[in-house]
């Protein structure tokens, strides 16, 4: 069987081929799918096949999707065209006789306010017409999205968010990665949905204690308004357009769309997802 993985340049394609190999898959029946050659080359030492598949060049897709049976389809970064790069694989896929596509959406796809979710419903919909068998990851945030916030702990000693009541299930990308490995190469997935997340639900005093840990020193939780927050952030440079992204996330999350309590992800991977004090300790 072989396994074609998109986005193996970039971090949750990479950790799942990591995570692909340290399931004993062997390394050459793994595909690592991106458009640049320089950034796949270091797949060649693992024994990696690598193949050029650009989203925007679907003749590369078609060429690179040939013998393959499962593809992780890690949802493009590229938010202005992915609707149409995510529809360019799942037709290549159907055409080239690709027998199961495992594609990374978002949590509760169809209930949240996350403004990314569009996309994820659009590509969701495609792989139910598709005829193709699908298993979709409705991937919750990752922890590594809270490294700025962390940061400030780091140089101020306080984390500052308009998260008044919110909780989240975040968890790391390396735990999201292995539930892919899993799921692409072991057979009881198909048309499975499943909605993923961290098996901690914390709150920013939860982020502020683990942070002290990590740090062993103070840090305190400061909860802002919607508008002290964008100030906030202004305050750091940052830039107009990721302030309003920003926000309109810290709304949907006191909405509790990065609330999950299934915890189907430690159930998939066969062990916790790292704690938060784990993660913030290994970024010190
Ligand atoms: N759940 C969350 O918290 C969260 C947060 C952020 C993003 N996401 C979503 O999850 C995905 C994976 O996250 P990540 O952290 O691994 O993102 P990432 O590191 O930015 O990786 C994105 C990958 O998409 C590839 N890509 C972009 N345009 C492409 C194109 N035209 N053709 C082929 N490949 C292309 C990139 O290739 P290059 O290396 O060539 O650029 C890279 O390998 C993101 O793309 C996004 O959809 C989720």
Known sequence: MTIAVFGATGHLGALTI??????????????????NSAKLAPYAELGVEQRIADFDAPDTITT???????????????LEHRQRQ?????????????????????????????????????????LRESGIDYTILRNGWYTENYEGLFQEAV??????????????????????????????????????????????????????????????????AQYLTDEEEREHLAALGTPAGVIQFASAISVSTRAGDLYDDTHTLSRLIGHPTAELTEVLGQWV
């Open 86 to 126: 995510h529809h360019t694989v799942i037709s290549a896929a159907a055409n080239t006789g690709v027998q199961r596509i495992v594609y990374t959406s978002v949590l509760r796809a169809d209930t949240t306010t996350l403004a990314v979710v569009p996309d994820h419903l659009v590509a969701e919909r495609e």
């Open 64 to 78: 690179a999707l040939a013998g393959v049976d499962t593809v992780v389809l890690v949802s493009s970064n590229d």
């Open 18 to 35: 990591r995570s692909l190999l340290a399931r004993e898959v062997d390394p050459h029946c793994i595909v690592a799918l991106g458009r």
């Open 155 to 220: 140089e101020k000693g306080t984390v500052s968010a308009a998260l008044t009541g919110a909780r989240i299930s975040s968890a790391r990308r390396a735990d999201y990665a292995e539930a892919a490995a899993v799921v692409a190469s072991t057979p009881g997935h198909d048309r499975a949905v499943y909605e993923l997340g961290g098996d901690q639900a914390w709150t920013l005093d939860d982020f502020a204690a683990a942070a002290s840990t990590a740090l062993g020193r103070p840090v305190a």
